[in-house]
């Protein structure tokens, strides 16, 4: 997979930017200029919002009516080319052809982006690393998204039941209802994302080993409502659906529904001990470092293609022998990588490079 060209206009602080791309690509510049700007630009044509947690809207340049992207790529030997439109809300297409939903861009094109942001995903509460996972099955199984947005719809239901329940108790027998539609749709996604971290940490170990210079492992484990270890699909409907009604007496006093996949956490462990509570900076950068290298590698092996990947400001931080290190993860994979400084990477490997300021190409 490989993007040769990108053409954007009226994108947060970029106003017209066309460029032609390398296998290596280096963005650099000062602080605040618009080089994360181009690699949100890029995520976009996998289908997902913007990794920066913002609404479309704010995508747009200010003080203009729309923004548009545009690509031309290879993929599996095809080329291709594709579009996006920011207004209220943003809209694909594929090779000239409208799409329904820009998702379906998530089918032809899959990166793996790792932002200072990330780092959340150890420091900060369970919804980043749920959203880790989320975001990487996305990539993999088309479908998972349709299932997401159907326990989301579920569970949005059930709460404002909850909460009308509070005002009139006659209404509780309905929630028998939502406890099977939120626990059948609920299932698919525990058994899917058990199943991905189980894939996932051989792959996360080896990286992580390499970083810590085999000195420390770091380990998975995905906690809920029950152990779901070794659990089928039915299985975990049937004892998401005891659990339901095991906590509704903390639903009705909280008015929201306590337990299943919404509150659950894959806890990230380095030596047997929680990364989020006894892990130093480095090992937590280290932790996400290997978590994201791992995901590519199982994207490469899944899709039987490379994805891009797109690291922002991964250097900055790391001595010569982890650069090293996870450079030589991507070596065969064509990445954009934003620095301030373009000999902190160009040392280590030949490639094209963009030096942009105030949102333009010097």
């Known amino acids: 997979m490989k993007i040769n060209s990108i053409e954007i206009e009226n994108f947060r602080n970029i106003e017209t ?38 609404k479309d809207k704010e995508l747009i340049k200010f003080d203009k009516a729309f923004s548009k992207l545009k690509i031309n790529f290879e993929n599996k030997s095809r080329e291709q080319n594709a579009e996006i439109v920011i207004e209220k809300k943003r809209r694909a297409s594929l090779n000239g052809v409208k ?9 032809e094109l899959k990166a793996v982006i790792f932002s200072p942001v990330h780092l959340s995903m150890v420091k900060d509460g369970p919804a980043e690393r749920r959203k880790f996972i989320d975001n990487a099955l996305c990539q993999l199984k088309f479908n998972y998204r349709n299932v997401l947005k159907e326990y989301n719809r579920a ?5 404002m039941l909850l909460k009308d329940i509070a005002k009139n108790n006659s209404l509780t027998d309905m929630l028998y209802i939502w406890d099977r539609n939120l626990a059948a749709s609920g299932a698919k996604i525990i058994y899917q ?27 998975l484990i995905l906690n809920g409502a029950f152990d779901y270890k070794n659990l089928t699909v039915n299985e975990i409907e049937n004892q998401l659906i005891v659990a339901f009604e095991k906590n509704r007496g903390s639903d009705f006093m909280n008015r929201i529904t ?43 092996e899944m899709t039987q293609d490379e994805p891009l990947a797109l690291l922002d400001d991964v250097m900055s ?27 902190t990477v160009l040392r280590l490997k030949n490639g094209k490079t963009f030096h942009i300021e105030n949102g333009g190409l010097i």
């Open 17 to 54: 930017l066309n460029l032609d791309f390398d296998n290596v690509n280096i963005i650099y510049g000062e602080n605040a200029q618009g080089k994360t700007n181009l690699i949100e630009a890029i995520y976009l044509f996998t289908g997902s919002k913007s990794f920066r947690g913002v």
């Open 317 to 343: 931080e790391l001595d010569i022998s982890r650069q090293d290190y996870i450079l030589n993860h991507i070596k065969d994979w064509q990445v954009f990588i934003t620095c301030c400084d373009a000999n």
């Open 193 to 219: 994302r058990n199943k991905y971290i189980d894939t996932l940490l051989p792959y996360a170990e080896d990286v992580f080993s390499g970083l810590s210079g085999g000195k420390e492992n770091i380990d």
């Open 99 to 107: 799409k329904k939903s820009p998702s379906v861009l998530g089918e």
């Open 258 to 300: 306590t337990v299943g996949p919404h509150r659950d956490d894959m806890e990230i462990l380095i030596n047997g001990r929680s990364a989020r509570t006894y892990g130093s900076q480095g090992q937590q950068r280290s932790c996400v470092l290997a978590l994201k290298l791992a995901e590519a590698s199982l994207l490469k």
């Open 155 to 159: 569970l949005l239901q059930r709460n």
